[in-house]
């Protein structure tokens, strides 16, 4: 029997994920996590208390990060042989139109934190609820740029990788080809993680029990959830189809379909001010926007 370990995650959300699946793949091992997307992560105190109890761990996984106590500059040179840092996974390719709108303190979180660029950009141009629907139109996706997002993705992944010790681009890629490896931009599926935490483990020669996902509960389904366009699907000649339902807690996490998702986003987009309908995030996507005289009113000035 493979020696019992003590892992530690340090990172976004994604390491609840991944805390759930190393208890699976190392059965006998102990595992501490300290979640970036926790609001008491954000507490110096707690951060150093939680780094104090790495001296016991035989590895620590880490996303890159700028925070006191457990950012790669205070344990690098502390855990220099027990440190890895791992990819932090982005990606639009699949989810070409989501972004957020609003600045920080004001951001659009009703009904869900995740908009569309599709729904946002014909409500500014005055269309009606029904031309919004079927703005969802592979046309449309060509026109606002979208269909870019699929590299621009890549490309940001691969910077990312720049900082890590094993690099994440390429299989998420080939997993993102063979099935749904992305609930959002930024919360991958399970068996995905599980894909490229077995090769972290392989990395390390850690002998790891395999085991198939279906059926586990994956934890990012806590969160809000968004379709792959069928467009999308179709575009990129994917294998697979996903339910075309965004999951949505707001709404005691009920599914709704695309003519619900739109007069939703319409009537908040109507009872707010103009000047707060604009695209702050993701960067690549706000860029592009910035950059075209067509769409550069997406996003404030500032960004332009």
């Known amino acids: 029997m493979p020696k019992p370990l003590r892992i530690a995650f340090i990172g976004n959300c994604q390491v609840q994920t991944y805390d759930v699946l190393t208890r699976r793949m190392l059965p006998h091992s102990d595992v501490i996590s300290l979640d970036f997307s926790e609001q008491a992560s954000r507490d110096e105190a707690l951060r150093r208390n939680f780094s104090t109890g790495l001296d016991g761990c035989d590895h620590i996984f880490l996303h890159t990060n700028g925070f006191s106590y457990t950012g790669e500059a205070f344990l690098e040179p502390l855990y220099p042989d027990r440190l890895v840092k791992i990819a932090n996974f982005y990606f639009r390719g699949l989810h070409p139109d989501s972004c957020y709108v609003g600045d920080f303190e004001h951001r659009f979180t009703e009904p869900t934190a995740v908009n569309s660029l599709l729904v946002l950009e014909a409500f500014t141009r005055g269309l009606s609820e029904q031309e919004a629907l079927e703005a969802f139109a592979p046309a449309s ?39 749904p490896s992305f609930w959002t931009m930024n919360h991958p599926s399970i068996p995905f993680l599980k894909e490229y935490l077995g090769r972290v483990f392989d990395l390390l020669g850690i002998r790891w029990q395999d085991f198939d996902t279906a059926g586990m509960i994956d934890p990012m389904c806590v969160h809000d959830t968004v379709p792959i366009a069928d467009e999308i699907a179709e575009h990129f000649r994917l294998p697979y189809r996903t339910t075309q339902r965004w999951k949505i807690n707001s709404l005691n996490q009920r599914f709704v379909d695309r003519r619900e998702f739109v007069g939703r986003f319409y009537a908040a987009y109507a009872a707010a001010p103009p000047e707060r309908l604009k695209v702050h995030s993701p960067t690549d996507l706000v860029e592009r926007l910035g950059d075209s005289p067509e769409f550069r009113h997406l996003v404030a000035e500032e960004r332009r």
């Open 141 to 179: 996706y060509q026109r606002l740029g979208l269909f870019d997002a699929w590299r621009s993705s890549m490309e940001e992944m691969r910077r990312r990788d720049a900082q890590v010790d094993l690099a994440g681009a390429e299989i998420m890629e080939a997993c993102s080809r063979r099935y």
